[in-house]
C-alpha cells in the first residue's frame, strides 16, 4: 500500500502575516487581563479612554467628533457610548446655542471619582501586562509599534508620530 507523505503546510504564508498575527494574539491575550478590571466597574476600555480624554480636556470639554478623532481605537457608535457613560452621571452632553448639530461633552465629578478610584488598579493590569519587559525595551516595543503603524495613520491623528529612519549596523552614528 501507498503512503502518502504528511503534508507540510506553512505556519504563515508571509513574515508580514506572522508580524500581523501574533501582534493580534498578544492583543487578545493582553485585553483579557484589562477586561477582568473593567467588567467588575461594567465599563468598555472605549468607555474608559472616553472618560480619560474628558479628563484631560477638563474646563473645555471635547466635542463628539473631538472624542471620536482621538480615540485609541475606532468606535462605531459613539452616541450610544455617550448614552451609557450619560446614564451612569460620568458625562454631561450640551448642544451649541450658535449651532444646535455641535454637541459639547464634559467630565463630571462621579467621572472624575471614578477614574481616581481606577488609577491604582489600571496601572496593575499595566504592570500584569507588560511589566516583565525591562523599560528599555517596552521603549524600543513602544517605538516599534509606533513605526508599523505611522504609514496609516492621518497625519493629524494625536498618534500620529514621525519616526525617524532607522540607523543601519554599517552606518556611523551621529
Not at 501507498?2 to 507540510?8: E, S
Not at 477586561?35 to 480624554?53: G, H, V
Not at 516599534?144 to 495613520?153: D, G, I, T
Amino acid at each position: 500500500m501507498d503512503t502518502i507523505p504528511p503534508r507540510h503546510h506553512r505556519r504563515y504564508d508571509t513574515l508580514e502575516q506572522e508580524a500581523y498575527l501574533n501582534l493580534w494574539r498578544t492583543y487578545d491575550r493582553l485585553k483579557l487581563i484589562e477586561e477582568e478590571l473593567f467588567n467588575t466597574y461594567e465599563l468598555s476600555a472605549q468607555q474608559y479612554n472616553a472618560l480619560r480624554l474628558l479628563r484631560a480636556a477638563e474646563g473645555t470639554g471635547l466635542t463628539v467628533q473631538g472624542i471620536g478623532s482621538k480615540l485609541i481605537s475606532r468606535a462605531p457608535d459613539m452616541t450610544r457610548m455617550l448614552d451609557r457613560l450619560e446614564q451612569r452621571g460620568w458625562i454631561a452632553r450640551t448642544r451649541r446655542a450658535d449651532n444646535r448639530r455641535v454637541v459639547d461633552v464634559h467630565i463630571t465629578a462621579a467621572g472624575i471619582q471614578l477614574l481616581d478610584q481606577l488609577s491604582e488598579p489600571i496601572c496593575e493590569v499595566h504592570r500584569r501586562q507588560l511589566g516583565h519587559l525591562s523599560p528599555a525595551k517596552l521603549k524600543q516595543f513602544v517605538a516599534l509599534l509606533a513605526e508599523a503603524r505611522q504609514p496609516l495613520e492621518d497625519p493629524d491623528c494625536p498618534w500620529a508620530v514621525t519616526v525617524p529612519p532607522r540607523q543601519s549596523p554599517e552606518s556611523p552614528a551621529n
